[in-house]
C-alpha cells in the first residue's frame, strides 16, 4: 500500500469541519456510536491531561510498564514528523496499513457529517486500539479535558493532572481556576487521579470536581514527593521511599513529571524495577533533545544544539532553569511561534539565559508569527534579536560568529516536528 495513503485520507479529513478548534463531544459520541464504541473496548485506561509535561509522563509511565512486561497502547498529540506517532499498538507504531484502514473506516461511518481533525483522528486512534489486545492503554488529552474527544472513557483505571498554568485561553477561559475546571473534567466518579504540583487556585477546582465525584486524589506535596539528593532521585509516598537514577529526560522540570509516573506505577502495583525503568529508559522527542546528528549538526560542527517544542510562559521557566543549570556557555536561541501563544511570557525566563534570538517563521505553518513579530517580543524583553529566513541560515551565522555556543531551537511543536524532518 502507498505511503502517501493515509495522508491523503487524513488531508480529507481536514475539510469535514471548517474550524481548527471546537470542543464538544457530540460529534465522537455520534461517530464512535456508528463504529460500534469502540472505547468500550479498550485496555485498562490511564487518561492524562495537564498544560505541561503530560508526554513527558505518559512516557515514563509506558517505559515502567513495558519493563514490567506489558503490551501498552499509546496515543498522543500532535505529532511532530509523520502522523503515525501520535498512535501505538502494544509497543510499536500503528503500521502504515493498519492506519489507512482505521482512517478509512472512519472517514466512510462519519458519512461526510461535521467533525473537527482531532475528533476524527481520535476515534480512528481508539478504534484501532479497541482491536488489537494489550494490557493498558495511554490516552493523552489534546486539548482542556471535559469536552476533550479523549474523555469518552466513563471509568478508566487511573487518571493524571500534571502541572496546569495560562494556556489555550480563547478555548478554555481565561483565567486559571476556569481552566482547572476544564482540565480536571477528565477526573471520573470514585477513580483515583494523581495530580502533579499545581498553584493554589488550580487545586481548588481540582478538589473540587474530585469532591463531587468522590474521586481520591493522589497530590503531590500531600500524599508523594519527590526530590533530587546526591544526583539520585528520591520518590516518597504512604508505601515508603525509593532511591532511583535521575530521569533520562533532562531539565529540573522532569523531576516532578518523574514523580506523577512513580505515583501511578505505584498506585498500579508495580514494583521499583518498573519505576526504574519508568525514569531511566523514557524518551520523548522535542523535550530538551540533544541533536548530535544530521545535516544540522553537521552544518555547526563545534556547536552544542538543542531542540525543545515548549511554547508557554511555564514552559519558558522550565527551559530558563534548566540552561541556567548547564555549565556556562554562550547560549543563542532560534526562534519560533504560533500566533495564539503569548510570545513574550515565554521568552522572558529565556533572556536571563541567552545571549542572543534569531527568530524565524515556521515553514508551511499558516498560522505562524512572523519573524519579525518574534524579534519584537524578543527585544521587549531585554533579549538582543534579528530575524532569519531559516533554522539553517541562523545556524550558519551562529556557527560563524559563535562557533562553540549552545544553541537552543526552541517556541513551537510545529518547528520542533519540521526540524526532525529536516535533520533526519
Request: charged letters at 20%.
Amino acid at each position: 500500500m502507498s505511503a502517501q495513503t493515509s495522508d491523503v485520507i487524513l488531508e480529507r479529513m481536514m475539510t469535514l469541519h471548517p474550524k481548527v478548534i471546537d470542543l464538544t463531544l457530540d460529534r465522537v459520541w455520534r461517530l464512535l456510536g456508528a463504529l460500534d464504541n469502540p472505547q468500550d473496548d479498550l485496555p485498562p485506561v490511564i487518561h492524562l491531561a495537564g498544560t505541561n509535561g503530560k508526554g513527558s509522563t505518559q512516557a515514563m509511565i509506558r517505559a515502567g510498564l513495558e519493563a514490567a512486561g506489558q503490551r501498552v497502547h499509546a496515543y498522543t498529540s500532535p505529532h511532530l514528523a509523520r502522523f503515525h506517532e501520535r498512535i501505538r499498538l502494544a509497543g510499536a507504531l500503528i503500521s502504515e496499513d493498519d492506519l489507512t484502514s482505521v482512517l478509512d473506516e472512519c472517514y466512510a461511518a462519519n458519512g461526510g457529517e461535521n467533525i473537527t481533525y482531532f475528533e476524527i483522528t481520535t476515534c480512528a486512534a481508539i478504534l484501532a486500539m479497541a482491536r488489537t489486545p494489550a494490557d493498558y492503554t495511554l490516552l493523552e488529552v489534546g486539548l482542556g479535558g471535559r469536552l476533550d474527544a479523549t474523555n469518552v472513557i466513563e471509568s478508566p483505571a487511573l487518571t493524571v493532572i500534571t502541572p496546569i498554568s495560562m494556556d489555550h485561553e480563547q478555548f478554555l477561559g481565561d483565567t486559571l481556576p476556569k481552566i482547572a475546571g476544564e482540565k480536571a473534567g477528565i477526573i471520573k466518579r470514585g477513580v483515583p487521579c494523581v495530580v502533579g504540583p499545581q498553584a493554589d487556585a488550580a487545586m481548588e477546582a481540582i478538589e473540587a470536581r474530585a469532591a463531587a465525584l468522590v474521586a481520591p486524589l493522589l497530590v503531590h506535596g500531600q500524599h508523594w514527593h519527590v526530590w533530587t539528593e546526591h544526583g539520585r532521585l528520591i520518590f516518597q509516598d504512604e508505601s515508603g521511599l525509593v532511591d532511583l537514577p535521575l530521569p533520562n529526560l533532562p531539565g529540573a522540570h522532569q523531576i516532578d513529571n518523574a514523580g506523577a509516573a512513580l505515583a501511578a506505577l505505584r498506585h498500579l502495583g508495580f514494583d521499583e524495577a518498573a519505576q526504574e525503568a519508568a525514569v531511566s529508559r523514557a524518551t520523548w522527542p522535542a523535550r530538551m533533545q540533544r541533536l548530535r546528528h544530521g545535516p544540522l549538526v553537521e552544518a555547526a560542527p563545534n556547536a552544542e544544539i538543542w531542540l525543545d517544542g515548549g511554547h508557554n510562559p511555564a514552559a519558558g521557566e522550565a527551559l530558563g532553569r534548566h540552561l541556567a543549570s548547564l555549565i556556562e556557555r554562550p547560549t543563542f536561541l532560534i526562534c519560533g511561534m504560533l500566533n495564539t501563544k503569548d510570545v513574550t511570557g515565554y521568552l522572558r525566563p529565556l533572556a536571563a539565559v541567552a545571549q542572543g534570538l534569531f527568530a524565524v517563521s515556521i515553514p508551511g505553518e499558516a498560522n505562524t508569527l512572523s519573524a519579525d513579530a518574534t524579534a519584537s517580543a524578543a527585544r521587549a524583553v531585554a533579549l538582543e534579536a534579528e530575524t532569519e529566513v531559516s533554522v539553517g541560515a541562523a545556524l550558519a551565522r551562529i556557527a560563524r560568529e559563535e562557533p562553540g555556543a549552545r544553541v537552543l531551537i526552541c517556541g513551537s511543536l510545529y518547528l520542533a516536528g519540521s526540524i526532525l524532518r529536516e535533520n533526519g
